[in-house]
């Protein structure tokens, strides 16, 4: 069974950053595109970045561009979700997720987490 566990959210200040961990267990992410996306109180859910299993990346969310990047390290079965200029619209509960192979168009993800809140406020 797939399973994820997120970690690394939590209070920051508008203009900080946060980097997340998806480690991942009960399976190899290398055959895996992993995804991470966000939901806000009273929001739809927002997928964020999408990382492929040979390391290209798609960015769904247009307010993240240039401040979220995504990053992978198969050797520790994690993948990252580095938040740089952390807006107070930045918070949200954030999920990663897994997907077959390459990232969809939609940022849809087949198995996911439990979740790590992330708060930008001052």
């Known amino acids: 069974q797939l399973q994820f566990v997120e970690s690394g959210g939590g209070l920051v200040q508008p203009g900080g950053s946060l980097r997340l961990s998806c480690a991942a267990s009960g399976f190899t992410l290398d055959y895996y595109a992993i995804g991470w996306f966000r939901q806000a109180p009273g929001k739809e859910r927002e997928a964020v970045l999408c990382i492929n299993r040979r390391g290209g990346f798609t960015v769904y969310s247009d307010s993240v561009k240039g401040r979220f990047t995504i990053s992978r390290d198969n050797a520790k079965n994690t993948v990252y979700l580095q938040m740089n200029s952390l807006k107070p619209e930045d918070t949200a509960v954030y999920y990663c997720?897994?997907?077959?192979?390459?990232?969809?168009?939609?940022?849809?993800?087949?198995?996911w987490g439990q979740g790590t809140q992330v708060t930008v406020s001052s």
């Open positions: 997720g897994a997907t077959p192979m390459y990232c969809s168009g939609s940022g849809y993800l087949d198995y």
